[in-house]
């Protein structure tokens, strides 16, 4: 690896530069910037903080964003909360083992063991986090649960399957 990066310097400095450029907080900020829904607001504003710092210790004047000391602790709690966010999904993952749905599909024979095993992982989780998170809205977690109540839209069926969409998840259904 590192001889090709030597040899594209050499060769070709503008293409080095530009990949010099993607591994920065500039680039990597762009990049996000692309797919913030997918990453979301938080750890873009957390990276608009990392920009922040990086033009600091660069000796840069003036960054073109102002963030109060409030708005500067917002972020962080955000980002801290994205985080259990998705520490908390991969949980999940990992509790359901073989009947997490790969790639959203589930099939239908373990539509119903999952459905259990992901109530008893809500239990779980809302037992675990109320004790080590203070402040923890149980309520809240209960509501927000994405995997109860499914709401199905109904897509067009393939060689007798019918598949149903909810949100994330994809439930194939015979």
Known sequence: MIAWR???RDKNPAQYRAIKFQQSASGNLLHVSR?????????????????????EDAGI???????SDAQVTAIEADVEHAELGVRILKTVEQRLGVLWPEK???????YD????ALRRVKA??????AVAHPGWDS???????????????????RRGALMCM???VVLMVA
């Open 61 to 67: 004047p003036r960054f073109p964003l102002k963030f």
């Open 35 to 55: 797919r913030i829904f997918e990453v979301g607001e938080a750890h873009f504003c957390a990276l608009l903080l990392d920009l922040r710092d990086e033009w």
């Open 6 to 8: 030597s040899l594209v």
């Open 166 to 168: 909810y949100d994330t």
């Open 139 to 157: 309520a809240a977690f209960e509501r927000l649960w994405p995997f109860d109540d499914y709401i199905f839209r109904v897509i067009t069926p």
């Open 104 to 110: 959203g599909i589930m099939e239908h024979e373990n």
């Open 113 to 116: 063991d999952a459905k259990l």
């Open 124 to 129: 779980d989780l809302i037992a675990e986090y």
